[in-house]
C-alpha cells in the first residue's frame, strides 16, 4: 500500500482511508470472489466470533461459513449498485446480521453479532416521529434543530450537532443537543483540514458512520492484498471500515469514546454532516443505523424543499424589479439611465450598499462605492481578466490588494461582464461586516507533524479560539447569483438590439 511518506497539511487529503486494510473490532469482515463464492480475505478476529481462526476459513466455500441456503442466495449478486438484503444467519451457534455488497471484484460481507433489541413497533413508532417531526418544521433553520432533538432522543448520543460546510469545507455547528453538563459547541467553527476530502467524499458513498470505541484495537484483513487482482480491498461501503489513526487521536483529543457521523446532502451535494458523540463506548445496530440513514433522507429532502421555496419567494421578487428595470430603459432609449436614474435602481436587485455601471467606456456610481478611479482600476486591473462572466466574492482583499483602500464600502462585490467585450461591467458592492469567528481550538494551530509517529498529528486542544474576521461581507447567495445572471441576459439582448438597430440605420 502506497502511503504518504510524510502526511502535511497539503496530502491530509491523501491518506487512503478507503484501503485502511483493517476493520474496527465489533464485528468481522469477509471477503469473497463474487464469482466463486471462495472466502479470499478475512478479518483475524474471525476466531472471537465464529470459533475459526481465520487461515482456516480462507479459501474455504462461503457455504462452509454461513451454511449452503444462504450462500446461494448471494450468488447472483454482482452489481455494485444493488444493495442486497441483509440477513440474518447463525454461525458457532452465534447469531449475525449479515451486511453484503459487492465491491469490485468481491462480496464484502460485514457481520456484527445480532443483538435480541430490536422491536419492529418501535422501529415503526420513530419512523413515524422522524416523518412528522421534520415535515412540520418551517424553516432551514428548525429543521436544523428539530433534526438533532430527535436524533438525540432515538440514538441516545451525548452530544448531537448539525455540522454545515461552508464553501471552503470549514464547518460550523448551527444546531445542537446535549446532556446537560456538558459546554455547547453551537456556533464554533472548524477547518476544512478536519474532515478531509476522501473522508467527504466517502459519505457520498456510504452515508452513516458509525466509530463504536476509540480505544478499539484496528484488526489487521488477512491476506493484506486481494487474491483476486492483488490489490488491496476496497472498504468504501463497509459498515466496519477501520478509522485513520489521525482521526481517533482527534476524537481523544476531544475525549470522545464513540461517534456516529451522517451525511446531509442537498441538491446531490454534501451540504453538511449530522455529529454525534458519546463520552464512552457506544454501539448501535445495523437497523437503527438505517433509521439514521432514512432520517438523513428525510432531511435533506425537507431541506432542499424549504430552500427551494426560500428561492422562489426570492426569484418573484427579483423577476418584478428585473421587469420594472428592462420597461424604464426601454422608455428611456438609454440603458445607463434606465437602470440609474428612474424609480427602481438596479441596486434595488440585491442586498448591497452601492453599485456600479460601466458601459462604452462611462461610468455611473450608485449608493456608496468606491470611487470612480478605483473602480476603474479594479476593472482594468483585476475584473477583465476573469474568464467566467459572472464574479463574485466576499474578500475582494484577498485576490484584488488594491481593495484595502475601500474595505468599508466594497470587501464584498459581484460583478457581471455585459456584452462581449471586457470593458462593460454591472456591479454590485458590499461593505465589511466586522466578525467576531469561534473557533473550536486555534485554526492556525489546527495540526502539526509528529516526528515520533511520521504522520500528521491533530491539535491537542479544541478550546473556543475567537478570531476577528476582517475585510470580509456577507456572503452572496446562490439566488443572488443567479439574479445577476438573470439580469445580465436581458441586458445583453438590449445592447444586442441596440447594435442591430445601429447597423441597420447604417445600411
Ligand atoms: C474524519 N473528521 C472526520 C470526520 C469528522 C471529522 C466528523 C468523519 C468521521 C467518520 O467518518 O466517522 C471532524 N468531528 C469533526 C469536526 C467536528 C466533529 C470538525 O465532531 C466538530 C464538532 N483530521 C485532522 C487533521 C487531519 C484529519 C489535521 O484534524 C489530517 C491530517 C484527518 N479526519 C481525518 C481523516 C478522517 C477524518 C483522515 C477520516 C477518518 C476515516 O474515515 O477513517
Known sequence: ISYPEKVDMTNCDKEP??????????????????????????????????????????SKPLGALIGEKRASELETLKNEEERPEVKEV??????????????????????????????????QRQLTSILNTLGSSETPEDLCADAAKITKDIFGYDRVMVYKFDEEWNGEVIAEEKEQDLESWLGLHYPASDIPKQSRELFMKHRVRIITNVDYEPVPIEPELSPINGEPLDLSKSELRGVSPIHIEYLKNMKVGASLTAALISNGKLWGLLACHHYSAKYINYYHRQTCEFLTQIFSNELTLKETNRYIAKLEEWESIRGDLVVQIESEGKIKKGLSEQKVLFTDLMECEGGAIILGGKMRLVGSTPSKKQVKRLVEEFLSKQDDSVYFTKNLTKFHEPAREFLDVASGILSVKLGRSNKDFLMWFRPEVVQNVSWGGNPDKKASFDEEKQRMTPRKSFEKWTQKLTGVSDPWLDYQISAARAIRESLSNIILEKQKVKIDRLN
Do not use: W
Not at 21 to 48: F, M, P, W, Y
Not at 91 to 120: C, G, K, Q, T, W
Open 17 to 58: 482511508i478507503h484501503i485502511i486494510g483493517k476493520s474496527q473490532s465489533h464485528g468481522v469482515i469477509v471477503a469473497c470472489d463474487k464469482v466463486s463464492l471462495d472466502i479470499t480475505q478475512i478479518g483475524r478476529n474471525s476466531e472471537e466470533f465464529f470459533g475459526a481462526p481465520y487461515h482456516e476459513l480462507l
Open 90 to 123: 447463525k454461525i458457532n451457534d452465534r447469531d449475525f446480521v449479515m451486511i453484503p455488497h459487492i465491491s469490485e471484484d468481491s462480496l464484502i460481507l460485514d457481520f456484527e453479532p445480532a443483538r435480541s433489541d430490536y422491536n419492529p413497533y418501535e422501529y
